[in-house]
């Protein structure tokens, strides 16, 4: 019980595994010495038999601080996974399905900190959207503007962003990373059992050809198979298909329209009969794909509206002959998180669809816990387990919340999805009371209940006022002007101003980027 906790195994080497892995050796020291009394030692194991998913291509923000504290220079990581920048989601025919938008930025409104511009904005709602009103970036989206110059240091700004990325190229990005200059050990073999000590704990793993590997602590990053925490201990799966019903995904690569088209630095998010499209553009090709519910549409149907948008891009007969591929998924996740001397990450503790790229930033956060509160020895661990538990099951109702908001408030009645999942009736109770309180008071701070919540309550604003919500103060608390409120306007409207008189397209700063490199910080 009070023995170091020294040797981390993780099994799965997919994005979960590699992120989860790179996390963890930068921030301890890694000393492969076993004699030594600190050296912490990371291996990671993947099968040579199951390819990792090879999707997941939009990051949030989060990913910049993420990939400097693993000690990666932004332009290695940029050419390397044929990364581009995202500044945020764009919404296509989510409202009334009229070729309406808006837009879900990463910055936050001007001045958020300390004034809340939503309900001054209210009586121009008309006028100019909220995104456009009260921060720069919607109009960079609307220009296909980078966020910074050629000039800005690796990982610093001038708007917010994260990353559209390669996922197969990701992956093999940060191995080659965390074996190289963190001192990851990697075996490549296929785990066939797992095996538990006395205590329950699991005392080893066994694979193929390197027989037993033993260790204080496995991370399962087995993806969907979820093979120690739900296969071995049988930790129980809920399910959230009936808040949120797409479970299947039709995905494929798409070339750009011309070599030198313009690289959107949004996610593109298009509205369907029973789905929606993501569209991700990297500088070499878009990733394109349907996420669509299989108890609303045939995989036919979805197969032809796919099909369908991608003609216009690459011309009717190359959209017809395109190799499309399906995956299926089951949206939901365990139970509990951390059981024992096992914690599950990525896809093995669950997914519920790739609306708002949430998945990896949940790898981030909860690979950066397990690493900052690392248990000492065994006899803490339930104590962090039980903390892990509690928050993440918290992130994940977040997640569910946030998710379906952007549904439940449309006003769309064209197809059986859109009727059931912006019925009320599916929308779970923490959501319905939020959306009560909205009608007459703005989300703001106090929307925050927990510390490092998953989405900022300007997330909700940029979604609700996006969706076309109309929050109505009481007659005594309506703010038609303030100074300071007009102020605020008037400065983002300068500097959004300023930004687009200066910033490069985005194609302009990624080809920049391969000629000379960013400057390093
Ligand atoms: C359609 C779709 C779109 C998505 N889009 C986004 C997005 O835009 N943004 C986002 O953040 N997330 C997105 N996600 C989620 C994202 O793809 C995953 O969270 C991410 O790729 C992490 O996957 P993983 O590493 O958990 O699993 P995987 O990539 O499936 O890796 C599993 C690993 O486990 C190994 N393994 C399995 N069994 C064994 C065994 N017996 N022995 C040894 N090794 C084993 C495999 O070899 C593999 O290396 C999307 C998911 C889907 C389904």
């Known amino acids: 019980m009070h023995k170091p906790l020294k040797k981390i195994v993780i099994v799965g080497g997919g994005s979960?595994?590699?992120?989860?892995?790179?996390i963890i050796a930068a921030e301890h020291a890694i000393d492969h010495a076993t004699d030594s009394a600190t050296g912490l030692e990371v291996t990671l194991i993947e099968s040579p038999d199951i390819a990792p998913i090879g999707v997941g291509e939009g990051t949030w923000p989060s990913m910049r601080s993420t990939l400097k504290k693993m000690g990666i220079s932004e332009t290695d990581f940029l050419l390397e996974c044929d990364a581009s920048f995202k500044q945020g989601s764009k919404f296509s025919n989510w409202h009334t399905n009229t070729n309406e938008h808006y837009y879900h930025p990463y910055t936050l409104p001007h001045g958020f900190n300390d004034t809340n511009l939503a309900p001054f904005w209210q009586p121009f709602r008309d006028k100019i959207s909220f995104a456009d009103a009260v921060c720069t970036q919607s109009q960079l989206g609307e220009h296909g503007l980078a966020p910074k110059q050629i000039s800005t240091a690796e990982y610093d700004f001038n708007a917010n962003y994260g990353y559209h990325l390669?996922?197969?190229?990701?992956?093999?990005?940060?191995?080659?990373?965390?074996?190289?200059?963190?001192g990851v050990k990697h075996i490549i073999?296929?785990?066939?059992?797992?095996?538990?000590?006395?205590?329950?704990?699991?005392?080893?793993?066994?694979?193929?050809?390197?027989?037993?590997?033993?260790?204080?602590?496995?991370?399962?990053c087995t993806g969907t198979s979820s093979l120690l925490l739900g296969k071995h201990y049988g930790i129980p799966f809920v399910s959230k298909k009936h808040i949120l019903f797409n479970d299947s995904a039709l995905a494929v690569h798409v070339p750009h329209?011309?070599?030198?088209?313009?690289?959107?630095?949004?996610?593109?998010?298009?509205a369907q009969t029973a789905g929606w499209i993501w569209d991700i553009a990297l500088p070499s090709r878009r990733g394109v794909g349907y996420t669509y519910s299989s108890s609303h549409i045939t995989d036919d149907k979805a197969e032809k509206e796919l099909r369908d948008y991608i003609t216009p891009i690459m011309g009717a007969s190359a959209a017809e002959s395109?190799?499309?591929?399906?995956?299926?998924?089951?949206?939901?996740?365990?139970?509990k998180f951390w059981h024992k001397n096992c914690i599950a990450v990525g896809l093995s503790a669950g997914f519920i669809e790739p609306l708002e790229a949430t998945a990896l930033a949940l790898i981030e956060l909860s690979a950066k816990m397990i690493s900052e509160q690392l248990p000492a020895n065994r006899q803490?661990?339930?104590?962090?387990?039980?903390?892990?538990?509690?928050?993440?099951?918290?992130?994940?109702?977040?997640?569910?919340?946030f998710l379906k908001l952007h549904y439940v408030l449309s006003q769309r009645t064209d197809s059986d999805y859109w009727r059931e999942i912006s019925d009320h009736k599916q929308c779970p109770d923490t959501l319905q009371e939020q959306l009560l309180l909205w009608k007459t008071?703005?989300?703001?701070?106090?929307?925050?209940?927990?510390?490092?919540?998953?989405?900022?309550?300007?997330?909700y604003q940029y979604i609700l006022y996006g969706m076309g919500f109309v929050t109505d103060?009481?007659?005594?608390?309506?703010?038609?002007?303030?100074?300071?409120?007009?102020?605020?306007?008037?400065?983002?409207?300068?500097?959004?101003?300023?930004?687009?008189?200066?910033?490069?397209?985005?194609?302009?700063?990624?080809?920049?980027?391969?000629?000379?490199?960013?400057?390093?910080?």
């Open 16 to 22: 979960a595994g590699w992120l989860s892995a790179g």
């Open 166 to 182: 390669d996922a197969s190229k990701f992956a093999i990005f940060l191995q080659k990373h965390c074996t190289k200059n963190l």
């Open 189 to 220: 073999d296929h785990v066939t059992q797992v095996n538990p000590s006395e205590t329950g704990d699991i005392a080893s793993i066994t694979s193929k050809n390197h027989g037993e590997i033993s260790g204080d602590l496995f991370i399962d």
């Open 257 to 270: 329209q011309r070599p030198d088209s313009p690289i959107a630095s949004f996610t593109c998010s298009t």
């Open 322 to 335: 395109i190799n499309i591929r399906k995956i299926s998924f089951s949206p939901g996740h365990r139970e």
């Open 380 to 401: 803490t661990m339930d104590i962090v387990a039980k903390r892990f538990n509690t928050k993440f099951l918290h992130r994940w109702q977040n997640i569910v919340d």
């Open 441 to 459: 008071q703005p989300p703001y701070h106090y929307d925050a209940t927990h510390t490092e919540e998953m989405f900022p309550s300007a997330s």
């Open 473 to 521: 103060p009481p007659l005594e608390k309506r703010l038609d002007s303030s100074k300071k409120a007009d102020n605020l306007f008037s400065e983002n409207l300068k500097h959004t101003k300023h930004l687009l008189s200066t910033l490069p397209k985005n194609r302009e700063l990624i080809n920049k980027i391969k000629q000379y490199g960013l400057p390093k910080i």
